[in-house]
T-cell receptor, first 115, second 115 residues
């Protein structure tokens, strides 16, 4: 049973470019969460999605950031016109449909570096 | 588990000794708590969780203690091994089982095991 899969593992972008981070939840999980982590800090909640629905995006910056979890395919976190401050590790987590916001299973993360 | 400034608090223990990692949580309405372990370059890994109607829960070599009076959570690791070296995060959820907001993570404690 594969765990939460994130790709790419590392992503390098120049300022102004777009970054797309992908996350495939564990098999049977229908809830996806995105978190951001800066060096030497904890994880900051960004967004919580179910299939085709954004449940809570209270942690997402209002501009340039968007997330989706389509009926088919992985969840995508999209950052437009990246700036150096977007450099961070972005983690995706998933949970089964009967439980949300409890025991989350995390992927290995995408390290975004903005030059 | 509270940290000041940019540096994670660090706990250094001898291999074979017991470790106790502490965490203060902020919201008295939180009803679910969880501990994660994060090794360098990896995603957080579930260790153990506890609901607010319990004071103590035991796993394999780990025990979580919850003191709701002073809003304090601790993780005890028995007979620490080199593989226990990691950053440990506590997290809380105000509304377990379907609430929004996401798990709220503390800033982490870096556990170092000395031979």
């Amino acid at each position: 049973n594969a765990g939460v899969m994130q790709n790419p593992r590392h992503l390098v972008r120049r300022r102004g470019q777009e970054a797309r981070l992908r996350c495939s939840p564990m098999k049977g999980h229908s809830h996806v969460y995105w978190y951001r982590q800066l060096p030497e800090e904890g994880l900051k909640f960004m967004v919580y999605l179910q299939k085709e629905n954004i449940i809570d995006e209270s942690g997402m910056p209002k501009e340039r950031f968007s997330a989706e979890f389509p009926k088919e395919g992985p969840s995508i976190l999209r950052i437009q016109q990246v700036v150096r401050g977007d450099s961070a590790a972005y983690f995706c987590a998933s949970s089964p449909p009967e439980v949300s916001n409890e025991k989350l299973f995390f992927g290995s993360g995408t390290q975004l570096s903005v030059l | 588990g509270e940290s000041v400034g940019l540096h994670l608090p660090t706990l250094s223990v001898q291999e074979g000794d017991n470790s106790i990692i502490n965490c203060a949580y902020s919201n008295s309405a939180s009803d679910y708590f969880i501990w994660y372990k994060q090794e360098s370059g990896k995603g957080p890994q579930f260790i153990i969780d506890i609901r607010s109607n319990m004071d103590k829960r035991q796993g394999q070599r780990v025990t979580v203690l919850l003191n709701k009076t002073v809003k304090h959570l601790s993780l005890q690791i028995a007979a620490t091994q080199p593989g226990d070296s990691a950053v440990y995060f506590c997290a809380e959820n105000i509304r377990a089982g379907g609430g929004a907001d996401g798990l709220t993570f503390g800033k982490g404690t870096h556990l170092i095991i000395q031979p």
